[in-house]
């Protein structure tokens, strides 16, 4: 450095002394470092100053104030709201809280790691492992946290630890409302589960405002109307003493609970559809035609929430999730299958719409109709001879229905089926509804490159081939043809009360569709569906109500077959009734059921008895509800 | 590019760069355990004090090469520009904790007031250097037509309210005139005035929380939960440091939470109780070191100009610190004044970043013409 200084041309300037002017050479060399001693004096004084002070706080209030820190040990606590209460259409409690004791360790107030981790796993029975691999789950949080060790502990094992408290620094008991569903199983899919966030889920932006150890609604009811349910956590600020144990509460800020919500499901009703269902795979729905309430769901095999709510075991988790039967599929909205016969309602609505038969146009049916290279068969082998429109609804005679399909081409049948809401979401108020599937040769094309083939239009006539329906969108078809071509979005929450009892949301009818057609199309249809239950020869006739008049279809779909083996038919059944003046429209699927008739007609038959003629009262009440 | 002139590089003072990186890298591992408790962790402070210095260090690179000269003669051009923005900050500056303080441009938070701690310093010295005034004492004419340009930046400061950035400039005011040297009437004026305006202000300013504040510091237990409850949890926490303090990352404190802005204004209790004692009278060594340092290129300086900027930029640290510090250990009313290098607060490091271009400026000119 300094050599290549030396050979530098400004070398003289670089290192000459410093300069100025006269008058700077005045100040600099008398007023300025005056000033300079100034601040040397400032700066030693300031330190003394300091020093003193600190050696004061530090060294000879030191021992008081390392007591004073270590006593000192306010916290601030979460005060749990509890979730808002979900009642019947008449008020009966479908889902509550209860208070339920839970067990925590702050990890800061451990004296001796081993022994509190050693301690409460003899004592509590939980394994010391998973004990260890809950606390640091939590490391990334201040040691002062309280970690979640056993959700919902027992009487007796309260009382052992409360008796243990001494020997066991760290651990601590808070009581927490916890989600209740006094029915169990019963309405599962329909009310959903809440279970403690996930952290995967506390990183996106929808749950900012929620923290470990939360819980959150995953499934049904409790998901979709989360934000109403929550309600807003209080806190409160505490002094604990050194075993961690509340001393006295400082500061309160309580809880405002969550929203209670009025159901329009009708315990009764759903009692008996839930009767009717035992022992049956599949799903129902029933909900009143004129304004969409839902007052009936089931989906069976069903799951129970309560284990969800206290905190599920692996085990449960495991049996739950891996069960071949998908016990958390709700059926209703997620189940897609080909809704056989069912359809034909549809085939009839629109080939009569369009003036394609009437009532006196006639097929002769002789067990088969020989189309292409194939024959298609129909259900009964004898074949139904000459059969009219009304003939072959009641009888439901496949190969009636080849023909009229055949006139009427895939592409009708599509954008009818689309306008009355098939093959897409009905919109009812439950998360992760499926749309199903309903073909166009437009579809075909575009999912599989080849053109539509007459043949499979036969087949999607009387709703096999590539028709997958979920038992909601069928019901909405019932509806549809009850209602004379108006439908409304399915609607399982009638109405949301704040804790102060003021209604926050009410929910009026949406028409979902609203279509003319000529008044004389569903004449004809609706005496078709009264007479397939009311007619001797009817598909449903076993089911027939005495004083009451139900119409429906029946349906025996084909199911795929699982891993190779047939499982038998899906057994389908829609239904509206009183026939006269529809109140109630009714969607049973019974899976791998066998006949419509025999496996699911009955269902539907339960439900109109049990609204129309065992108690009376409730169809009052029913009647009540509709002229709201 | 920039040519970096290898003779001024030679010059750069070593010494001061040197104590600087030892305090700001004292700052970063104190800012980890201070944010440690925080439910999102230390990561996203640290990265965001990270990013703040990297760019004080281009700031710097940037200054040294312009001759201080060029930036005094330009002071003007940066009073008005950061006028400018506290001004913006007060019509639509985002409320933060009840006060409006912050401006966001791009996504990035700034603080002008922050930046206005030195660019009154350049203002101050390129209008009162010897070449400017007419005579070598200040006459009292002389300041009170510097005080008009200080005391439009200090009302909308205040008005913030940021009654700690206020208060630095106003005795950044003081400091500098001070240092010039007054006529003896002149000095006579300013102490009969400094008495009156306490009780002016007292009346007129202070807002309520602001007089609470002084009420608490004169009897700290009459409001054990309230204000008064925080000052005594942060002197609990420096106290229970004792000699050797409790060990890095152990302090108990500030993890409860319950000494508020414990990253920022109340940073030093987390060191004190850390460190202890002995930690803290090197800490407080570094910075009187610093700050001497400071006061060493002042003297050494080319010119006044050069002596004037860098005993300004000396005496921001140095207040900051003294009255930090003071305030953590209950010996001075809370102000909202970041201590310098140490506090969380990207516009304040950027700022005391800018103040050491500054001075490595200075000092390294001092040989030119």
């Known amino acids: 450095m300094r050599k290549k200084k030396n050979n530098h041309p400004d070398h003289d300037m670089f290192f000459a002394e410093p300069r100025g002017t006269e008058y700077e050479k005045v100040l600099k060399e008398k007023a300025l470092p005056d000033k300079y001693r100034w601040c040397k004096w400032i700066l030693v004084v300031t330190m003394i100053v300091l020093s003193i002070r600190l050696w004061h706080l530090q060294i000879m209030q030191g021992n008081e104030m390392r007591l004073q820190s270590e006593m000192n040990r306010i916290r601030i606590k979460k005060v749990l709201a509890p979730r808002g209460i979900m009642f019947d259409k008449t008020g009966k409690v479908l889902a509550d809280t209860r208070p339920s004791f839970n067990l925590y360790i702050t ?148 809880p405002i609970p969550g929203n209670n919500m009025y159901l329009n499901i009708n315990l009764d009703v759903q009692m008996v559809v839930e009767k009717a269902f035992e022992g049956k795979r599949g799903g129902c729905i029933a909900l009143e035609p004129k304004t969409g309430a839902v007052v009936a769901l089931v989906s069976r095999p069903a799951f129970d929430p309560n284990k969800f709510a206290s905190g599920i075991t692996k085990q449960d988790w495991q049996a739950i999730a891996l069960d071949k039967a998908h016990p958390l599929q709700n059926r209703v909205i997620q189940g ?145 043809v ?59 006739y076993g089911s027939r109500i005495q004083n009451v008049h139900m119409s429906g279809k029946t349906g025996t779909a084909q199911s795929t077959p699982v891993q190779g083996r047939d499982l038998g038919d899906h057994a389908w059944f829609i239904a509206y009734s009183p026939s006269e003046d529809p109140a109630i429209a009714i969607s049973v699927l019974v899976e791998y059921g066998g006949h419509g008739s025999s496996a699911a007609a009955p269902v539907a038959k339960a439900i109109s008895e049990s609204l129309f003629t065992v108690k009376p009262e409730i169809k009052e009440a029913m009647v009540r509800g509709q002229s709201r | ?61 940037i200054i040294v090469n312009f001759d201080y000269r060029t930036i005094a003669n330009n002071a003007k051009l940066f009073y008005f520009i950061s006028l400018g923005a506290i001004i913006l900050v007060l019509a639509w500056g985002m409320a ?71 208060i630095i400039i106003f005795l950044i005011f003081i400091a500098i005139i001070w240092f010039i040297g007054m006529k003896k009437s002149a000095y006579a004026t300013l102490l009969s005035v400094g008495t009156v305006l306490p009780i002016i202000a007292w009346h007129y300013v202070l807002r309520p929380y602001q007089k609470q504040r002084i009420y608490t510091f004169l009897n700290i237990d009459s409001d054990p939960l309230g204000v008064g409850y925080h000052t005594k949890q942060a002197m609990i926490a420096v106290g229970s440091g004792q000699f050797f303090g409790k060990g890095y990352l152990q302090g108990t404190q500030h993890k409860l939470q319950f000494i508020p802005e414990h990253h920022t204004d109340f940073i030093y209790t987390v060191f004190a109780e850390e460190w202890g004692f002995f930690g803290s009278i090197i800490f407080f060594l570094l910075f009187l070191t610093f700050i001497n340092r400071c006061m060493k290129i002042s003297q050494q300086a080319y010119d006044e100009l050069g002596s004037i900027i860098a005993f300004g930029l000396g005496s921001i640290i140095f207040l900051q610190f003294s009255i930090n510090v003071l305030m953590n250990i209950h010996l001075a009313p809370v102000v909202g004044i970041p201590l310098p290098f140490i506090s969380y607060g990207g516009s304040s490091l950027i700022s005391v970043l800018i103040s050491v271009g500054l001075l490595l400026n200075i000092n390294m000119r001092r040989y030119m013409f």
């Open chain 1, 107 to 254: 990890p800061e107030d451990i004296k001796d790691f081993n022994e509190t981790v050693d301690g409460l796993s003899s004592l509590m029975g939980i394994d010391r492992e998973e004990i260890i691999e809950k606390l640091k789950a939590a490391s990334n949080f201040p040691s002062s946290f309280p970690v979640k060790i056993k959700d919902d502990i027992s009487m007796d094992e309260l009382a052992k630890v409360e008796a243990n408290r001494v020997y066991l620094p760290g651990v601590s008991i808070q009581i927490e409302p916890k989600r209740n569903y006094p029915y169990g199983k019963m309405m599962a899919h329909t009310l959903g589960y809440v279970s403690e966030i996930s952290s995967e889920e506390l990183k996106q932006k929808e749950y900012r405002t929620y923290s470990p150890g939360d819980y959150i609604g995953k499934y049904g009811l409790e998901r979709m109307y989360e934000s109403y349910l929550r309600g807003v956590d209080g806190e409160k600020r505490v002094e604990v003493d050194a075993m961690g144990r509340e001393v006295r509460t400082l500061e309160k800020k309580d």
């Open chain 1, 336 to 480: 897609r299958y080909p809704p056989g016969s069912t359809f034909k309602i549809l085939t009839s609505l629109k080939a009569l719409e369009d003036g394609l038969i009437n009532t006196g146009t006639g097929f002769g049916c002789k067990g088969g109709f020989p189309f292409g290279n194939r024959v298609f068969k129909c259900w009964k082998k004898g074949g139904h001879g000459m059969v009219n429109i009304h003939r072959a609804i009641v009888e439901s005679c496949d190969v009636f229905f080849y023909n009229v399909g055949l006139k009427l081409g895939v592409d009708r049948i599509h954008s009818f089926g689309t306008s009355i809401g098939l093959g897409k979401q009905t919109g009812i108020d439950l998360p992760n509804e499926v749309r199903g599937l309903l073909p166009s040769s437009e579809w075909k094309k575009k999912t599989y490159g080849v053109p539509w083939y007459e043949g499979e239009t036969v087949s999607v006539a009387i709703g096999q081939g590539a028709v997958w329906l979920t038992p909601v969108q069928l019901v909405q078809l019932s509806a549809f």
């Open chain 1, 482 to 540: 009850a209602n004379e071509g108006v439908t409304f979005k399915p609607q399982i929450v009638d109405k949301i009360i704040g804790p102060d009892g003021k209604t926050l949301k009410k929910f009026e009818p949406v028409v979902a569709a609203d279509i003319k057609m000529k008044k004389e199309v569903f004449k004809i249809v609706k005496e078709g569906m009264q007479g397939v239950v009311n007619e001797p020869s009817g598909t449903a």
């Open chain 2, 1 to 61: 590019m920039v040519k970096v002139d290898k003779r001024k590089l030679y010059h750069l003072d070593w010494y001061l760069i040197i104590n600087g990186c030892a305090l700001f890298a004292i700052g970063i591992l104190n800012l980890v355990s201070a944010t440690s408790s925080f439910y999102s962790g230390s990561f996203n402070f640290i990265i965001k004090q990270l990013i703040a210095f990297s760019v004080g260090i281009v700031l710097i690179a």
């Open chain 2, 96 to 166: 933060a904790g009840g006060a409006r303080r912050w401006i966001s441009i791009f996504g990035i938070s700034f603080q002008p007031s922050e930046f206005v701690k030195p660019v009154i310093v350049l203002l101050l010295a390129s209008l009162l250097h010897e070449k400017k005034r007419e005579k070598m004492l200040l006459g009292l004419k002389d300041i009170v037509i510097t005080f008009a340009w200080v005391i439009v930046p200090f009302i909308l400061i205040v008005l913030q309210p940021d009654l700690g950035t206020g």
